[in-house]
């Protein structure tokens, strides 16, 4: 998922008011069910287009990107366009609050195709005041030469793939880039977009502690309003996993290391102003990825494009949608078949429960307890609330359930608690 509009008013909560520890209880079968259905408002309605090229595969990623040497830009122009026509016919009457360029590296689009594309969104769906137009970009000198048309073209802000300040962890993690065109792009950014956003990678090879707690405080001190910040992971697949099961990938923290490299990034964001909003992303007030907080907040997204995935409620109810992974047979079947989709797979009152409470307890708001109660056809069972909180893994503030610090990196077992 990338880095969406403030979330709709979550209209479950007035549905299920008085209702106490038996929230759910007492309504019936069919009210319950027209509620669920209307779940995703609570979340608000966004647009995932995946652009799957890379200029290179860098050995830590597991997303679906490719490297081609040679595009024919307007052939796939003519098929996102056709896509973005079918979804906004699927979703007609819905207001759009955000759309995401992903990928892969959507900053090698030309920006007469960003402009086409989010010209024809504009005229396919009602958008918001203050639609978001999140583009990811890499921070190459070529690539940050082409902001000025990427804003012209509508975008308003900008996620940059710095994910380090040092040189020799840019060779390592496979970047094209080095820290000095990584901070001349972020100024160029800046000057271009209201909001920019970049990425750090850390728990990376032989560092320290201290050397993290340096290279986060040089990143804050850039003036950014939101960071997210990754730990480094071993994917399955990626070249970075051959390298580990060789035993050539020395160096990375044990899991006691990788805790204290997350409390320090905890603690040097809240001290700067940026709290950490969800587990890895932190944000100034006001500053949060929008259309992040679709994802987290559970609700509806359109995702077009290879391997692109989407949550979408048709009818009455929710659907798993999931795209060709491959660019050539996605744009095949978008100009044979007139879609791009594998298929969509109804999700289950339960399944959506487990998925609303992982999401969202990823957040520092947490989640809706009526929200997730009429999603799971029950109560929360409250001596599982009690262990919960007596363990010290979640706070009750209101109609809210909020995972602490500790809960936070024990999340599995929460949910397993709260979705049962």
Same mark, same amino acid.
């Given at each position: 998922?990338?880095?969406?509009?403030?979330?709709?008013?979550?209209?479950?909560?007035?549905?299920?008011?008085?209702?106490?520890?038996?929230?759910?209880?007492?309504?019936?079968?069919?009210?319950?069910?027209?509620?669920?259905?209307?779940?995703?408002?609570?979340?608000?309605?966004?647009?995932?287009?995946?652009?799957?090229?890379?200029?290179?595969?860098?050995?830590?990623?597991?997303?679906?990107?490719?490297?081609?040497?040679?595009?024919?830009?307007?052939?796939?122009?003519?098929?996102?366009?056709?896509?973005?026509?079918?979804?906004?016919?699927?979703?007609?009457?819905?207001?759009?609050?955000?759309?995401?360029?992903?990928?892969?590296?959507?900053?090698?689009?030309?920006?007469?195709?960003?402009?086409?594309?989010?010209?024809?969104?504009?005229?396919?769906?009602?958008?918001?005041?203050?639609?978001?137009?999140?583009?990811?970009?890499?921070?190459?000198?070529?690539?940050?030469?082409?902001?000025?048309?990427?804003?012209?073209?509508?975008?308003?802000?900008?996620?940059?793939?710095?994910?380090?300040?040092?040189?020799?962890?840019?060779?390592?993690?496979?970047?094209?880039?080095?820290?000095?065109?990584?901070?001349?792009?972020?100024?160029?950014?800046?000057?271009?977009?209201?909001?920019?956003?970049?990425?750090?990678?850390?728990?990376?090879?032989?560092?320290?502690?201290?050397?993290?707690?340096?290279?986060?405080?040089?990143?804050?001190?850039?003036?950014?309003?939101?960071?997210?910040?990754?730990?480094?992971?071993?994917?399955?697949?990626?070249?970075?996993?051959?390298?580990?099961?060789?035993?050539?990938?020395?160096?990375?923290?044990?899991?006691?290391?990788?805790?204290?490299?997350?409390?320090?990034?905890?603690?040097?964001?809240?001290?700067?102003?940026?709290?950490?909003?969800?587990?890895?992303?932190?944000?100034?007030?006001?500053?949060?990825?929008?259309?992040?907080?679709?994802?987290?907040?559970?609700?509806?997204?359109?995702?077009?494009?290879?391997?692109?995935?989407? &949550? %979408?409620?048709? $009818?009455?109810? #929710?659907?798993?949608? /999931? *795209?060709? @992974?491959?660019?050539?047979?996605?744009? =095949? !079947?978008?100009?044979?078949?007139?879609?791009?989709?594998?298929?969509?797979?109804?999700?289950?009152?339960?399944?959506?429960?487990?998925?609303?409470?992982?999401?969202?307890? &990823? %957040?520092?708001? $947490?989640?809706? #307890?009526?929200?997730? /109660? *009429?999603? @799971?056809?029950?109560?929360?069972?409250? =001596? !599982?609330?009690?262990?919960?909180?007596?363990?010290?893994?979640?706070?009750?503030?209101?109609?809210?359930?909020?995972?602490?610090?500790?809960?936070?990196?024990?999340?599995?077992? %929460?949910?397993?608690?709260?979705?049962?």
């Amino acid at each position: 998922m990338g880095d969406g509009p403030a979330a709709a008013q979550d209209e479950t909560a007035p549905c299920l008011a008085g209702a106490g520890a038996g929230a759910g209880a007492g309504i019936g079968a069919e009210a319950a069910a027209a509620t669920a259905a209307e779940d995703w408002k609570a979340g608000g309605f966004g647009l995932y287009i995946h652009w799957p090229f890379c200029q290179a595969k860098c050995p830590y990623c597991d997303f679906n990107s490719h490297v081609a040497a040679t595009i024919d830009e307007p052939r796939w122009e003519r098929a996102f366009l056709a896509e973005i026509d079918r979804c906004a016919e699927l979703t007609a009457g819905r207001v759009l609050g955000s759309v995401f360029f992903g990928g892969g590296t959507p900053s090698l689009m030309a920006p007469r195709t960003v402009h086409a594309l989010l010209e024809r969104v504009r005229r396919r769906w009602t958008v918001a005041n203050d639609l978001e137009v999140t583009l990811e970009a890499n921070p190459t000198s070529v690539e940050a030469g082409r902001f000025a048309g990427y804003a012209d073209a509508g975008v308003n802000r900008v996620s940059l793939g710095v994910q380090a300040l040092d040189d020799g962890d840019l060779r390592r993690l496979g970047r094209l880039h080095t820290a000095a065109e990584a901070r001349a792009a972020f100024e160029i950014a800046r000057a271009q977009f209201g909001r920019v956003s970049f990425d750090l990678i850390y728990a990376r090879q032989n560092q320290t502690p201290a050397a993290w707690r340096a290279e986060l405080n040089a990143a804050l001190a850039l003036a950014v309003d939101h960071l997210s910040l990754y730990q480094l992971t071993v994917e399955p697949g990626t070249a970075f996993a051959a390298r580990h099961a060789a035993g050539k990938l020395a160096g990375l923290p044990d899991e006691d290391r990788a805790v204290a490299l997350w409390e320090i990034t905890q603690e040097a964001c809240a001290a700067a102003g940026l709290p950490g909003y969800e587990i890895s992303n932190h944000a100034r007030e006001g500053a949060q990825s929008r259309h992040n907080l679709v994802y987290w907040r559970y609700g509806d997204y359109a995702g077009i494009g290879p391997g692109a995935h989407g &949550r %979408l409620t048709l $009818g009455r109810q #929710r659907h798993a949608t /999931e *795209t060709h @992974r491959m660019p050539a047979r996605w744009l =095949e !079947a978008v100009e044979t078949a007139g879609h791009g989709e594998l298929g969509r797979v109804p999700i289950a009152a339960r399944d959506q429960a487990e998925e609303y409470a992982l999401l969202a307890m &990823r %957040l520092a708001e $947490g989640l809706d #307890r009526a929200r997730l /109660e *009429t999603l @799971r056809g029950a109560p929360i069972p409250g =001596e !599982a609330l009690d262990a919960l909180r007596q363990d010290g893994l979640i706070g009750i503030a209101g109609p809210r359930i909020v995972a602490t610090g500790r809960g936070r990196l024990l999340l599995d077992h %929460l949910i397993a608690r709260l979705a049962a």
